[in-house]
């Protein structure tokens, strides 16, 4: 058994079979033959066997014929490989004794290998290791006759394990077969982690280089709480996360009850609580878990496997949808927010070094203005559906706030220009997401009429740590005492002047920090659909005095450990049974 820590994305336990992708997408399909099949499983590994050798003797030829031997040496060492009678008996031993598919056998021998190689020190031994990878592939392409593995059409339940998935292919999982995924690199606030959040299913990223341990097929559980991923595991650790995974159907059994319950406190204080979402479609779960509306639509996922730019009638047909769902509740619309590790097939600064710091969000909009007007007719006229509400984001100065109200004013008149309707009065906001807002919230009150803070950003932002960035995991956290001191200045001044101030980053959407952000003064939420219920059940199990107490004590600590772990101790205190 070995189990691996990575970082915690998204909550949940899964168990099932593992389909391992590598850097190409390959999928091992299959773990046992029946024993009746074991001649022909020989066969079809020799005819692949044959293949790959025609195919390296091939390019070797080629590469002779153009570049000369010297160079065409290169394919000596596969050849060598391919040919070693060993590593056939190797694999034959494990069809024949152990009723091991070929493809998996192929991939367990090899991976065996590489791994001894990847041990070594040295680029000569990683560069060998990576020959046994190629040799791998081209067997198993031989074996499956196909090369890419679409996620989108896997049939049976697997978990999924992945040196990396994009937001797009995180987006095209289909949570009913995609149990839940582990990748080898990625980052806390990584938006391939927030989509996870929003399927609602366990993931766990950042783990490093572990997919030469495992084989497709293989037997692993994804512990999406802990972050972690346990391979091979034996029968003990198995019937206890099977037992938590009972534990945790239950759980959300209970919390089933809450659905049609305000979010309340126990002295009376109403707590609006929203949900974020990504896709027209999320809007049924927010439905089903009560939420008070849509406190974060990221509209720019509206680009997400597409080449071309969506039409103002894409824009309207999915913003109708939603509006028209979740009749009077507020929806309120985030404009593209672009760049950095969002959707960066779109034309870009070909030399930004830094993608965080660069040509992002409602910067990229204001230098993109008829991309940015499209999206503005779209969202006006959805306007007159329902509640709709804008909100800009990333901004870092008061003149591009003003810049884009003014693209809004100038789109307005268009509309009414042309006799198009849309609500003239809907309210226009900002997200409080670099350190700069923070510090100018005094002036921004004026000029808009809400505000909603988004940590994942702030985070990254105060702390100067990639959110993406797994290296740097450590240090990403929203406990640390100066993210907090950020969120307090940011609530008290919008309090003051009675501006309405909400959260949407994935903070608010962890149950150890309500109680700190009720104290703060925070008393809008919006978090991803499926933490709703939780978020809920805290609101309506404490007190704002209660809370007012942990933020007070949490001033004091200078530690984001410390902050940590006195949470979890006040959250405990209130739910003792909660595994935390
Ligand atoms: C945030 O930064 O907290 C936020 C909600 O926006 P996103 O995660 O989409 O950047
Ligand atoms: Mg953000």
Redesign the pocket.
């Known amino acids: 058994m070995e189990r691996l820590q990575g970082i915690a994305v998204s909550p949940g336990i899964a168990i099932g079979e593992a389909l391992v992708l590598d850097n190409e997408g390959f999928r091992i399909p299959r773990r046992f033959l029946p024993r009746d099949a074991v001649e022909e499983e020989l066969i079809r590994l020799n005819g692949a066997f044959e293949a790959a050798i025609a195919e390296v003797e091939h390019n070797r030829q080629q590469v002779a014929d153009q570049l000369g031997d010297e160079y065409a040496a290169i394919f000596s060492a596969h050849l060598q490989m391919l040919r070693d009678r060993r590593l056939h008996e190797e694999i034959e031993e494990m069809i024949c004794g152990r009723h091991y598919s070929p493809e998996y056998a192929v991939s367990r021998a090899l991976r065996r290998y590489a791994k001894v190689f990847q041990s070594l020190e040295g680029n000569y031994m990683a560069e060998r290791a990576n020959d046994i990878f190629d040799i791998e592939k081209r067997l198993l392409r031989n074996l499956l006759g196909r090369a890419r593995e679409e996620l989108s059409t896997i049939t049976s339940p697997v978990l999924v394990l992945a040196h990396n998935l994009t937001p797009s292919e995180t987006a095209n999982l289909n949570p009913r077969f995609a149990l839940g995924f582990v990748t080898e690199i990625g980052g806390p606030g990584s938006h391939t982690a927030i989509v996870a959040e929003g399927l609602g299913i366990p993931a766990v990223v950042g783990i490093g280089p572990f997919l030469t341990d495992v084989s497709g097929g293989d037997t692993v559980i994804i512990d999406g709480d802990q972050g972690q991923i346990i391979l091979h595991p034996d029968e003990e650790t198995l019937a206890r996360y099977r037992h938590e995974v009972e534990d945790q159907r239950s759980l959300a059994a209970k919390l089933e009850s809450l659905r049609e319950l305000p979010a309340v406190t126990r002295d009376g204080q109403r707590i609006s609580l929203m949900g974020n979402i990504e896709f027209p479609y999320e809007v049924q779960q927010c439905q089903e878990r009560g939420a008070d509306g849509i406190g974060l639509y990221r509209t720019e996922f509206i680009y997400l496997g597409r080449d071309d730019d969506p039409t103002e009638e894409h824009h309207f047909e999915a913003y109708s949808r939603v509006v028209q769902s979740m009749k009077d509740k507020p929806v309120i619309m985030r404009t593209l ?1 672009l760049g950095a590790d969002k959707m960066r097939s779109l034309p870009g600064p070909e030399d930004e070094r830094n993608p965080v710091l660069g040509l992002r969000s409602i910067r990229f909009a204001l230098r993109n203005r008829d991309l940015f007007r499209t999206q503005l007719r779209a969202i006006l006229r959805a306007s007159s559906l329902g509640d709709v509400q804008i909100m800009f ?2 901004i870092t100065t008061i003149m591009e706030l003003r810049q884009a109200r003014m693209v809004l004013a100038d789109v307005m008149e268009d509309l009414e220009e042309a006799g198009v309707e849309f609500d003239r009065e809907l309210k226009v906001g900002m ?1 409080v ?1 670099v350190p700069s807002a923070v510090m100018m919230m005094d002036r921004f009150v004026e000029e808009v009429d809400f505000f909603s803070i ?1 940590t ?2 702030l985070i990254q932002y105060c702390l100067a740590v990639d959110r993406s960035n797994k290296d740097v995991a450590n240090l990403y956290t929203a406990a640390d005492p100066a993210v907090i001191r950020m969120i307090e200045q940011a609530v008290s001044v919008a309090n003051a002047h009675h501006v309405p101030i909400s959260m949407c ?1 994935q903070m608010c959407g962890n149950p150890i920090y309500t109680m700190l952000l009720l104290g703060l003064g925070i008393r809008r939420f919006s978090v991803t659909p499926a933490a709703v219920p939780e978020i809920k059940r805290v609101c309506r199990s404490v007190t704002i005095d209660q809370c007012q107490g942990v933020a007070e004590h949490v001033s004091k600590l200078e530690s984001a450990r410390a902050t940590r772990a006195y949470l979890k101790e006040e959250l405990t205190k209130v739910f003792p049974e909660l595994p935390l």
């Open positions: 927010d984001p990333l997200m997401e988004g994942n950003d980053g």
